[in-house]
Each structure stands twice: as C-alpha cells, then as structure tokens.
C-alpha cells in the first residue's frame, strides 16, 4: 500500500494512493483511528481492506499533499551514514551512527514549498530514504527489527550549512521551520521485501547531484532500529531518514545551494519522487 496524509477541503486525512487517486481511510476510520500514525499502530488490516477494491474518493490532484507523518512523536535522523559522503566531509570511520533530531514543524510533505530561511543562503539538498516505525518496541534485536517497521518513504533532510556548522551539535542548521521534504507517501514492507536494493537520486533543477544505492548504508536498517531502540522506545509513526550519500551541495566545487525559484526532487526505486519547489521566507 501507498499510505499518506493530506487535506482536502481545508480538511486534514490520510489515506491509500490508488491508479485513479486517493481513498479517503480517514473518513472511514477516523472515529477509530484519528491519524495515521494511529492507524499505522493497530489499523494495518483496516486500511488494507480498503485498498482491495474501494473506489477513490478523489484525485490526487485535488489534494495538498502533507508530510507523510504529521505529527511524529520523533524524527531521529542518521547522518554520515554512506562512505562517500563521509569521505567528501573529511570526517574518518566511526564505531556508531552519528544521531541528530528535527522537528515536526520542520517537515512539509510533497510539492510543498521548502522554504529559505532569510538568515542564510546555505540551504543544501540531502536525498535520504526513511522508514517509518508501525509497531513499537525497545531492545529490538537485529533479526527483528523489519517486524517493527510499517514501510518507506523519500526523505529530503533539508540543511542551513553555517547554522549546522556553529557548533559540534547539528540542530541548528536542521531546524529551521519547513526545511525537510517528507513523502509523497509512505510504500508499505510488503511491497519493498528487500529495502537495500533501492537506487536514490536527487535532482536539483533537473540536473542529477546524488545517487547511490541503498546497500551502501553504513549502518544498515537491522543495527539502527537495534541501536536506536537500546537507548528510547520506538513507537508507531516514528520517522527515521537514514542518512544521504555523496555529492551534497556544499562539497562541491564551487559549492551548490538551493535558491528561491528551484526545484528539488528526491527519487527511490519503489517508492516514488518526492518534489519541493524552493521559496523564500
């Protein structure tokens, strides 16, 4: 399933992606299940009734898209977790994951505008895939930790490069509102059955910046939901981007940088692309 939130009407759901566009789960479940995230928690066999042969309630083009997970108890990202983005920031081998938080106001969802933050004009790409946590647990094994997630999405970890850079701590530079592009959608396990056999590539203007595949991860998926769930409880709706490759903007020679009139897309075999227009604030 393609499982997403959005609004239409002025009227905040979520819902499952079909051919001919977007059925409405939130007005079938809703009383049951409010959001999504609940759904992902205890609805998995609700929603899945209704992607067999429920008729779409309207298209996709009549909706907003919004980020995938609304309202996430957290958004636990991975940075440097591909040797080539590693190597291009100079930085040497490490013996756990590099971990950084954002926030949920952070995050718009697909064809939503990221938005330039008028104390900075560094304001760099970082195409990543994520997983979305469905059933909640601590002290996952390794050999367990694909019972614990509900699917995948494109992720864009939007970053404000001197702001990331003021200290030893990202949070800064990752925190600026409407600064991470989150979907369209979340493609649940079932469908993904092998999640490091993914090609991701981002684009800026049409032009290709990153690509890598997924079994290059450093950490791989089995060791960060071990790590990750030893120290907090991972909890249905749970948003982990799992880190970018090479080819980031502010490496480059000269550097490149979003700017206000861009488009940004993040791509994942299987999943889908994700598009942000850049704005100014």
Not at 59 to 78: A, G, Q, W, Y
Not at 142 to 164: K, L, P, V
């Amino acid at each position: 399933m393609k499982l997403l939130s959005f609004r239409h009407g002025g009227i905040d759901g979520y819902g499952i992606a079909v051919d001919d566009g977007v059925v409405d789960a939130s007005r079938r479940l809703g009383t049951k299940f409010p959001d999504l995230k609940s759904a992902l928690a205890d609805g998995m066999a609700e929603l899945a009734a209704l992607d067999s042969g429920t008729d779409a309630d309207f298209s996709l083009d009549e909706i907003e898209f919004r980020p995938t997970i609304p309202n996430p108890d957290k958004i636990i990202c991975v940075g440097l977790n591909y040797k080539k983005h590693v190597e291009e920031t100079g930085r040497g081998d490490a013996d756990y994951p590099a971990l950084f938080t954002r926030f949920a106001n952070t995050q718009v969802g697909h064809e939503q505008p990221l938005v330039l933050p008028t104390h900075s004009d560094r304001f760099d790409y970082e195409g990543e895939l994520a997983m979305v946590i469905g059933k909640a647990g601590r002290h996952i094994p390794a050999e367990r930790a694909f019972d614990h997630i509900a699917g995948y999405a494109c992720y864009n970890d939007g970053s404000i490069r001197d702001w990331q850079r003021h200290t030893h701590q990202f949070t800064p530079g990752k925190n600026f509102p409407h600064t991470g592009g989150f979907g369209p959608w979340i493609v649940t396990t079932d469908e993904i059955p092998d999640p490091t056999a993914l090609t991701l590539v981002t684009r800026l203007n049409g032009t290709e910046m990153q690509r890598a595949t997924t079994d290059q991860l450093i950490f791989d998926i089995p060791y960060l939901i071990n790590y990750l769930s030893t120290f907090t409880e991972l909890v249905p709706g749970d948003v982990i981007p799992t880190g970018t490759p090479g080819g980031v903007g502010f490496k480059r020679t000269p550097p490149v940088f979003m700017r206000a009139g861009d488009t940004v897309e993040v791509e994942i075999t299987g999943i889908g692309t994700l598009v942000n227009p850049i704005v100014a604030e």
